[in-house]
């Protein structure tokens, strides 16, 4: 089936260090999701994309919507020990049918932050 | 407070016992999904439901059963539970109808003998 590929898998960061991440697809996507998942919790929406090219900033963090509808990034600036938890990238995969509704994750990035 | 509800949080069974998973929300979202998650592989999903009535299969509907016989529910049923189905799940819900679970429950670990 289609995957997103994400990377890194994991990152062990220094507190104040900027962070970047990515996800890819072989399939084009017309909306990016990035999720973050704190631990024993569901996962939580930080930014939806829905235009290629869109950059969209949520405080500290940033994603962009890549011009080929192939990928996705999102950045974390100066970060800090609440941002340790997993980020997940996730797109809406269009069946033939039309319909939007199934949605497929990424693997996850695993995001540790050194106080 | 806007909510997606999951019971039980926690459950340990054994092989072959039916169980069912229940999930409500009451945000009045049309939209409503299941998922599992498990090392390694992220969260997949299961079954989604564009409205009531209306159900389809996601990534990985083998061993489930799914019914939104009314808007705020949806329960997730395994028949005949088998180990490999031991995981983490969650319900989602969101108002768009494009697919973008916007409240995610806070989980149901599940456990099969």
């Known amino acids: 089936g289609q995957q997103l590929n994400q990377s890194p898998q994991s990152m062990f960061i220094q507190e104040g260090e900027d962070v970047s991440m990515n996800c890819t697809s072989s399939s084009i996507f017309n909306t990016w999701l990035w999720y973050k998942q704190d631990p024993g919790e569901g996962p939580v929406l930080l930014i939806a994309l829905y235009k290629a090219g869109e950059l969209t900033s949520n405080g500290r963090l940033t994603a962009q919507f890549g011009i080929t509808r192939k990928d996705s990034f999102l950045n974390i600036s100066a970060s800090i020990p609440s941002d340790v938890g997993i980020y997940f990238c996730a797109g809406p995969l269009k069946s033939w049918l039309g319909s939007q509704g199934n949605l497929i994750f990424g693997k996850g990035t695993k995001l540790s932050v050194k106080p | 407070e806007a909510q997606v509800t999951q019971n039980p949080r926690y459950l340990i069974t054994v092989t072959g016992k039916k169980l069912t998973v229940t999930c409500s929300q009451n945000m009045n979202h049309e939209y409503m999904s299941w998922y599992r998650q498990d090392p390694g592989l992220g969260l997949r999903q299961i079954y989604y439901?564009?409205?009531?009535?209306?159900?389809d299969k996601g990534d990985v509907p083998e061993g489930y059963k799914v019914s939104r016989k009314e808007k705020r529910n949806f329960p997730l049923i395994l028949e005949s539970p088998s180990p490999n189905q031991t995981s983490l799940y969650f319900c989602a819900s969101s108002t768009d109808r494009g697919g973008q679970p916007q409240h995610f429950g806070d989980g149901t670990r599940l456990s099969i003998l």
């Open positions: 439901s564009m409205n009531v009535e209306v159900t």
